[in-house]
């Protein structure tokens, strides 16, 4: 268990109405990432942060942004959330060996 | 760009019938190679991580191989409690830190 914790854990939104999901860490993990994973597509990396205030993007960022004001917490936004967005998110974390990484439970959004 | 391809899509077995799952990956320089198993509803959870040709890891039933083009994960006489989605990944030296690229997965069930 890596510590990590994601909220909520199932959301149902509308079309055009911003949506912020949680990632939040116990263990003062550096690197923090966000995924989507989607039938027919592996897990695809979204955003990710290599500290407090310091994110780039992945290979989806497009209607994505993220925050970290600290280093348990890692937000994913999206501003005006479309359908193409439905997706399963999950949060990851780098492990001590700096290498592996290691997944939360994962937040299921649907966009209606 | 970094490819990963996993076969076949799905794999069903009869309880103690032995098998393996493919890997074939494409990188500029590999850091290290990953494999997960993943639960319907649940996050990915970390099985290894393979860095060179030739390295091979076990866990339980699982023994992970590597050569300079492919993994494969083998099953020994795998039982119901196997079945999952396992996901290969890859991350390429010499890039961004520890951003992995993902394979769709291969969904194995085991039949008592």
């Known amino acids: 268990d890596a510590g990590i914790t994601q909220s909520p854990r199932h959301k149902v939104t509308e079309t055009g109405t911003p949506v912020t999901l949680r990632c939040h860490q116990t263990e003062n993990h550096r690197y923090m990432y966000w995924y989507r994973q989607d039938p027919g597509h592996g897990l695809r990396l979204i955003h990710y942060s290599y500290g407090v205030k310091d994110t780039d993007k992945g290979e989806v960022s497009d209607g994505y942004s993220v925050s970290r004001s600290k280093t348990e917490d890692f937000l994913l936004t999206l501003e005006s959330a479309t359908s193409s967005q439905t997706s399963v998110y999950f949060c990851?974390?780098?492990?001590?060996?700096?290498?592996?990484?290691?997944f939360g439970p994962g937040t299921r959004l649907t966009v209606l | 760009e970094d490819q990963v391809t996993q076969s076949p899509e799905a794999l069903r077995l009869q309880e103690g019938e032995s098998s393996s799952l493919n890997c074939s990956y494409t990188?500029?320089?590999?850091?290290?190679l990953f494999w997960y198993r993943q639960d319907p509803g649940k996050g990915p959870e970390f099985l290894f991580t393979l860095y060179s040709a030739g390295e091979e890891k076990e866990k339980e039933r699982l023994k992970a191989t590597l050569t300079k083009k492919e993994s494969f994960l083998h099953i020994t006489a795998p039982k119901p409690e196997d079945s999952a989605t396992y996901l290969c990944a890859v991350q390429a030296s010499g890039g961004a830190n520890s951003k992995l690229t993902f394979g769709k997965g291969i969904t194995l069930s085991v039949r008592p």
């Open positions: 990851a974390i780098t492990g001590l060996a700096d290498n592996e990484q290691f």
């Open positions: 990188v500029s320089g590999l850091r290290g």
